[in-house]
Structure formats: C-alpha cells, structure tokens
C-alpha cells in the first residue's frame, strides 16, 4: 500500500462498490476491504475505516442486511448481504456512473484520433 | 426499521458498530502478524490503516441519529447566532411582537373574564344558558317566579332550571349591620350550576315546596373568611339577616361569586323566604307579573341549545296566551351566559369585540412587519445561503433553519408578550369601575390565557416565518453567488416585501380610522347633556327594607334626613329618589293608562318611572317647562299627583297641555301636574323616551331602597359626607353604601367606551409606528441594493432631485397602494361597527382624511434617512466596487 498516486473517491463510490461486491456474495466488513484492495490493484486510497460509515448508511436505506455470523477465521462478525432494493439501487447507480465515465472520457479523448 | 425500533434499538445499533470495528482492527493485525509483523506494530498498522477510529463512530451513529431533535438545537444556535448578529432588527421583532400578543392577550383575557367564563366555579358551565322574559316590543324583562316554576315544570329541553334575584341584604343584627350582595335563588340553584360547597350543604330542592318553612342560609368563602375568620364551626349557627334568625348551611367554594358576571355575592337565601326578610315583597311568589328573577337553565344531554331555545319561545308564547291579562303578548328566549342582558358584561360586549379586532388587526401589522424585516434580512443573506446550498445543504435544511429562527424571536415576542399581560391583565378595572364590578380586580391570567398567547405566537410564526422561508429555499442560489449578482436584487423578494409592506400600511389605516372613529363617538357620547346637572352633587344610598322599615316609618325617615342634610352647612338642595339617572342598568316600569290616549293595538304601554322625593328636580337641576315641582305635601293623604317628561307630552298627549290630565298605575288615577325637561335616564346615546316622576310617599313600593342626593356649594366631597353624617344622626343603624360624587357616578357607564376608545388609538399609534419601520427597511434596503445604479446615475449627471424621484416613487407606489387596500377596508369595517358608533358617520370624511394624512407624514418620516443617504451616494465610491 505505498502506491504514491492511489486517488480519493468521489461521493457514493464506495457504496456502489460495497453493493457490487455484495451482489457476489455476502460478506463482513474485513473481508470487504480486502475485496476492494484486491480487486483495484491497490489503485484506490480507502482508508479502511471509512467503509464503516458508508455500511451504516446502506443498511439504513434498506440496501443491505446484516447478521452475526462467523468468520473462516472462526470469529464472530457481521455478515453483510444485499437486499433486493439494494440490487434495483446498484443496477441504477451503475449506468449512471457508466454513462458520466463515457462522457469524461468523450471529453478527455478530444483529439487525439 | 421503523422509526420507533429505531429510537429503542440505537444503543444496540451503536453496540455492533463498535464491536465489529473492534473484530476488523484484530483481524488485520492478525493478518499483519501472520506476515511477520511483531504483535504490538502490528496493532498500530492496523489503527492506522483504518483512520480515526472515534470519528469513525461518531460518523457511523450519525447515521441513526433522529435528525430533527439533533439538528434542531444546532439550528437553534445558529440561529440565535445570527439574531445576536442584528441586535436592533432582533429587538424591534421582539419588542413589537411582545406588544402585539401582550395587547391581544389581555384583552382576550378580560373577554374571557367578562363573556367566557360568567360564573367561575360552575361546572360545564357551556351548558347553562340564560331564559329571560321578552315583552310585546320584543325587549326582554326578568321572569316572575310563577313563569319560573311554570317553566321548570313543563320545559323538557333541560335538566333543570334555576331561578336567583339579586338585591342587597343585611347580615348582623342591629348593633353590626353590614350590607352584602345576595341571590335570593331557587332551592335548586346550587344543583343546577354543579357547585359543591366547600362545607356544610347547599338547599335541599323540597324547599321551593314550603315557602317560609326553612330559614337556611349558605355564606361565601370570602364572607366566611372575613366575619368567622374560616371557623368550621359557623355550619349551624344563627345569624340575623334582614333582621330575621336564619341557620348557616353551608360554605360556597372559594371560587363561587354567585351567578351574576362581574358581581361578587356573599350570601345566598332560598327565594321562599322572601316574605320574612322583606315582607313588603311577599306576594313577589304569587304574582305572576313580578317580574323579578333571572333564570339559569342547563340543557340537558342530547338536545341542542337550538331546539331548547325553539322550546322555550312556543312555551314563553303559549303560557302568555293561556295566562292572558298582563302577560298578553309576552314570550320567552334562551340565550347565552355572554348574552344575558343581567350583569355587567351587557355594556361591555361592543367595546370588547371591538377591542378583540383592533389586536386581531395589529398582530397582523406585527407578523407582517416581522415577515418584512425577515424576508429583508433572508435577502441580505443569500450569499450566504446560497453557500450553503452549494456546499450541500439540503434544501428542507434551510428552509428548517429560517423557521428556527422566526420561532425563537416568536418564543421570545411570546414571552415578553406574557410577562407584560399579567401586567395589563389587572388593568381591567378601566374599563370597568370597582364599585361596579368588584369581582373584576383580580387579573385573570390563567392556563388558558396562556394557551392563547402561545397560540397566537405560533400563528405569528408561521405567518411570518414561512413566507421568508420559502422565499430563501426558492432562491436561485448559483446566481446570487455569481459576482454581479447583486446589482439586481431578486425581483420576487422585492415583491413580496412591497406586499407586506403595503398590508401593513392598509391595516395600520384601518386601525387609525376604527380608532378615530370611536373616539369621535366616545367624544360625541360626553358631550351629551344629560338634562341635569353633577356639578356639587353627591349621593348616598340606604336600605331601608333591610333597616326592618315599614312603609310609614320610611317616608318619615327620609324626610327626616332629606331635612338634616339640606340644614349641613354649604347644602343648597337636598332630596331622594329610588332610581339615580344613568344608573348600570336597572329602573322599574308601570303600565299606564293615559286619559284620552287610545293605545294601538299591541302598543306597549309600559312605562320608565322614577318614585322621587320633593325637591328632586330643583335638587338636580331638571328644568320645569310647565306647572310645578313635587312638594312636602304630596303625600298618602293628598291627591295622587304626575309630573312628566316633555317626550311624555309629546308621545302621548300630541301638543295637548298635559296639566290635569290623569294617568292611571298601581290601581288608582294620577293627575299630571308638572312637565319636566327630557333627561337621559339609560343611557346618554338614547333618544328622548317617555318618562314619568311620581311621589315616593304615594306609590307602593317593593323595596326600600333610596338614594340621596345633596347639592352644594361646598366641594362635592363635603356634599358626600354631609348625607353619611345626616343618616348617621337620624339613624345610626342605617349603613349609607355607594356615597360618591354624581359625576363618578354616572361616569362609570362611559368607562367602558372610553378605556376602548383610548386603547383603540393606541393601538393605532403602534401599527402605525410598525408601518413605518416595515417601509424605513424596504426602502433603505432598496437604497443599499441600488447604490451601484445610483451611482451611475449621478455619474451621468443626475441631479439630487432626480435621485430623490427614483426613491420617492417606490415609497408613493407603495403608499398609494397601502391607502387604497386600507380606506377600502374602512369602509367595510366601518359597515359591521356603524350600530355601535354615536354621532358619527362611519364614513366620516375628517377622520378618514386624517388618516391618510398621518400615514403619508409617517411615509415622510419613514423614507427621510435612506432618502438622503441615496443622495449623498458618491459614484466614485460605490462604482469602484467591493
């Protein structure tokens, strides 16, 4: 984690990302970070705590569930898993980052064809 | 989660969050150690990748926090923030919002002394209505007690009906005398109006069945209090009233004052035993056409006061027909505690509800003065605001904001209002004299007082605060914070300012019409002459009947004394009279038959008299315009002899010389002597009614209670005492009450009136001091916002004048507009107060225009200061820019 050019996120991408990694599987919070770490190649600077928050809000929308559970590692944690508003939220979410990155990068390619 | 779980489950809410930030620092650890890492490195690698874990939490739990309670103390201080930023915007909105709810306050809480709450100490005292008597002109009269049991026995609309008269009783026997104010009343009275006593019993309803049987009496709180110093004893002892042995039953509750608004009674005696302590009256239970009691009747559960008040008037109209003779074209009517014609809030329902407006109309001049000085200021604020919007504040969240802040300097208006209302509460007595009303001198601020004003702070917020408001929330704040956003001030703000600003002009101009309005009528009502004269008059009354006098022993004592006062030095004339002109209320009328006057059909032909002594008109100063006055010598043994008023002549006798004319009453013919000048026997706004004097010593009367009257050259004062000396010397058991100069006392009726009239010109003064500082903040704002153009404009050569024209218009458009909303609304407010104005038209063109006079001064005045600094505007300054 020494990448010196890893980048701040803007508003509401982690929640989009924790949904999508939840649309895989339910998980904890730990294994989540560690999903996003992998998963980016280290490219994204997430300070680990703040994935707490961002859990917090998610399940006050209704977009994810949790439970006690145990871990691998034979720990009682929080298992996190995506609710079906969750899944309707992500689709939409999604397209709309999808359609503001095709934009930026419309943008950013100006000439240079 | 529901909201409710929510609130129960957060202290688990926040327990998970903590432990499973706890799970996730030991598991990177362990991960970290797994790599090698020394345990305690481990740890703090761990901490450090994960941030700042307290704030983590906090950042967590604020998601679960309610978000109103919490934010609304953050809002609060905020709020109270910017309120201290602008301490002489902040004071004005207090400080006239304060006056705004004290007024209204207070005069809600008299009209609730006066109208709302008649008999205090009554329980569900909305269900008790008034029954009165009505007479074939359709004026009301009190009811005779047969009518009463009649009523009682045949009407199904109530639960039960109760009857009372009041009159003056003596407590004490011969030795200590004291006057009280007493209800002779139905047994059932206590029942009929749920009051429990404090001790011992109320009467027992099998009284009314046996007249004279049971010499009970039930004694105030106050009384009990006062004479027994609050013995529990006193149940069962024998006092003298009216000189008769009567047995103590009980003690009313503290807050009982008997049945009449405004009265404070001190005993009460079952009504069958009027013939032992006034014997004179005791036929008052067998004839039908004494009329005499008041008559409270508590609806029963399930029928409505409209279906009981149709059954009282087929009842009133079917019993008058079937008894016929005096009752002939009689009826009845039901109406409301506040509308009974007994007691004092009679003459004081059209200066209340006049008052009750007036506040109406100035706390609306005070929120839309608060909603001007808001919305100013929500105006100079939008960069702010538009800041915070751009940095991500909700909109809700400011709208919340600007709220908080119209509530707190409302909470704070509501208070200072409160404080000054206990204050002015106790002012009810200028309205309304002590010797009229001496249950009235308590303030009357209680919860409801207070629900009240709360209320009324509550409305004064939202009127105020949400127009603002919604304005700020509107605004386009990416422009306001463009740079040259404000050469150009929002143009809806601007507009809804003007709104406000012309609102309150209209109803400042309205108040100062109303309030000029009833000051002329209250000016014109004084100036009235009465027909006689108060200059050097004193009277002083006397009971009689409660001295234990009998019809010859009285007209001797009060020759006896009318002399004894007439040789006091410095007394020019002296005499008595059962009725004092221009009394509260009151006066008695006999049914005449008028020789060679054939009445028309349904005519009423009773007739307003006064029983006087000799030497009553010269005592006065009531002019004789023909024949003479009474004498010594007009007495049982001589001719029954008349002397009436002019309008009398005029009415029944058509221009014919009235002396020697007889007139029939009580049973025998009286021949007119003497034609007195019209004076104002009711009221000084009456017109000129037939009226007629006959002799006390040749008339049979009910009761004997007399008045004397003395005219002095001496200082009215001495007059006064010279009658307490006089009763005193003749008979020192005779207590003289009421003594007091004539003027004082014919004064009282007009206090009423008068205190509105005052109070309504006050308050006309505040709402038009409101306008003014609502238009100084337009206008100087527009001044502060136009600088720029201004600028420009003396920088292309405008001259002083034209600057003042371009401010001058805006103030003109707006008091153009303010003038014509409020003359308009004048008119039709003059429509509703016409019947109760004296004298004057309700479109009195002088009042009307001194109305526009003073608010275009007050405009004047308002725009002064932002005029002049618009002209001293220096264009190398302002153009220059920030």
Known sequence: MAETDARDLFPGALEMMVLRLLKLEPMHGYALVQRIQQASRNLLQVEEGSLYPALQRLLKEGLVKAEWGVSATNRRVRIYRLTPAGTKHLAREVSSFERMFQGISLVLSLGET | ?882
């Open chain 2, 1 to 882: 989660m529901t909201l409710l779980n929510r609130l129960f489950h957060r202290r688990r809410l926040y327990d998970d969050l903590d432990e499973e930030i706890r799970v996730h620092l030991e598991q990177r650890a362990d991960d970290l150690s797994a790599r090698g890492m020394s345990r305690k490195d481990a740890l703090i690698e761990a901490r450090r990748a994960f941030g700042n874990v307290t704030n983590i939490q906090e950042r967590g739990r604020d998601t679960w926090q309610w978000p109103t309670l919490d934010s609304f103390f953050r809002d609060a201080r905020f709020a109270l923030r910017q309120l201290r930023r602008t301490p002489a915007l902040t004071a004005i909105i207090v400080t006239t919002l304060g006056i705004g709810i004290a007024a209204s306050a207070t005069v809600f809480s008299w009209t609730r002394a006066i109208l709302l709450d008649p008999i205090p100490g009554a329980a569900r005292p909305n269900d008790v209505m008034a029954l009165e008597s009505t007479t074939p002109s359709g004026s009301w009269t009190p009811v005779s007690w047969l009518d009463y049991r009649d009523f009682r026995k045949y009407l199904r609309s109530f639960d039960d009906l109760a009857a009372s008269y009041p009159l003056a009783l003596a407590l004490g026997d011969a030795a200590r005398p004291e006057r009280v104010r007493a209800e002779l009343v139905s047994a059932n009275f206590f029942d009929v109006l749920r009051v429990r006593p404090a001790l011992g019993r109320v009467f027992t309803a099998a009284l009314d069945d046996a007249p004279g049987s049971q010499p009970l009496a039930i004694i105030s709180h106050a009384l009990w209090q006062r004479r027994w110093r609050g013995d529990t004893a006193v149940i069962g002892q024998v006092v003298e009233i009216n000189r008769f042995p009567f047995t103590i039953a009980g003690v009313a509750p503290k807050n009982f004052r008997g049945s009449l608004p405004g009265e404070d009674v001190q005993l009460w005696v079952p009504a069958t035993m009027v013939g032992q302590i006034m014997p004179t009256v005791s036929s008052m239970l067998r004839d039908r056409d004494w009329r005499t009691f008041r008559v409270l009747a508590r609806v029963a559960d399930g029928r409505t006061t409209q279906s009981a008040a149709d059954e009282v008037r087929r009842f009133g109209t079917f019993m008058s027909n079937v008894n016929g003779g005096r009752s002939k074209g009689m009826s009845a009517m039901l109406l409301p505690l506040w509308r009974s014609h007994w007691g004092i809030q009679d003459g004081l329902r059209a200066p209340l509800m006049v008052l009750l407006g007036a506040c109406a109309l100035v706390l609306l001049v005070v929120c839309a003065n608060m909603a001007t000085l808001l919305l100013t200021r929500a105006t100079a604020r939008r960069r702010e605001l538009a800041l915070r919007m751009a940095l991500g504040a909700p909109r809700a969240r400011l709208l919340r904001q600007l709220l908080t802040e119209a509530s707190i300097l409302a909470v704070a208006g509501a208070a200072l209002g409160l404080v000054c209302t206990f204050w002015f509460a106790r002012s009810l007595h200028l309205l309304v004299p002590q010797f009229a009303a001496p249950s009235l001198i308590d303030p009357h601020v209680d919860a409801a007082v207070v629900g009240f004003t709360i209320a009324l702070a509550c409305g004064a917020t939202l009127l105020a605060g949400i127009a603002p408001a919604l304005h700020g929330s509107r605004e386009r704040f990416d422009e306001s914070l463009r740079d040259g956003a404000r050469l150009s001030a929002g143009t809806h703000a601007t507009r809804l300012r003007g709104l406000f600003v012309v609102a309150e002009m209209a109803l400042a101009v309205m108040a100062l019409v109303s309030a000029g309005l009833f000051y002329d009528s209250f000016r014109h009502t004084r100036s009235v002459a009465p027909g006689f004269t108060t200059d050097g008059v004193a009277i002083g009354s006397v009971s009689l009947t409660l001295a234990g006098y009998d019809s010859a022993f009285a007209d001797d004592f009060l020759q006896r004394v009318t002399e004894r006062i007439a040789r006091e030095p410095g007394i020019l004339a002296a005499s008595y009279t059962d009725y004092v002109p221009l009394s509260l209320g009151g006066g008695s009328w006999e049914d005449l038959q008028i020789e060679g006057y054939a009445p028309q059909p349904n005519e009423n032909m009773k007739t307003t008299r006064a029983a006087v002594g000799p030497g009553y008109f010269e005592t006065l100063g009531i002019p004789m315009l023909e024949g003479r006055g009474f004498r010594v010598d007009d007495d049982s043994a001589h001719t029954p002899v008349m002397i009436v008023s002019d309008a009398f002549t005029r009415h029944f006798l058509n221009g014919r010389s009235a002396l020697g004319v007889r007139v029939h009453g009580w049973g025998k013919w009286f021949t007119i002597v003497g034609v007195a000048q019209d004076v104002k026997t009711f009221r000084l706004t009456e017109p000129a009614t037939p009226y007629f004097y006959v002799p006390v010593r040749q008339v049979y009367r009910p009761e004997y209670g007399y008045t004397f009257i003395a005219h002095g050259a001496v200082s009215v004062e001495q007059s006064v005492r010279s009658i307490e000396r006089a009763v005193a010397t003749i008979d020192p058991s005779v207590p003289v009450y009421g003594a007091m100069p004539l003027a004082d006392y014919v004064d009282a009726p007009l206090r009423g009136p008068q205190t509105a009239a005052r109070l309504l010109a006050l308050l006309a003064g505040v709402s038009l001091l409101l306008a003014a500082i609502g238009l100084y903040g337009v206008v100087s704002y527009s001044v502060a916002q136009r600088a720029k153009e201004i600028g420009l404009r003396v920088a292309f050569g405008a001259r002083k004048a034209d600057v003042l024209r371009v401010v001058g218009t805006q103030a003109a458009v707006l008091l153009a507009y303010g003038l014509i909303i409020g003359l308009a609304g004048s008119l039709a407010l003059g429509r509703i107060v016409g019947s109760l104005l004296f004298g004057v038209s309700p479109a009195d063109l002088t009042i009307f225009a001194a109305a526009i006079g003073s608010m275009t001064l007050i405009t004047i005045a308002a725009i002064g200061v932002p005029a002049r600094r618009a002209m001293s505007v220096d264009p190398a300054v302002v153009l220059r820019g920030d």
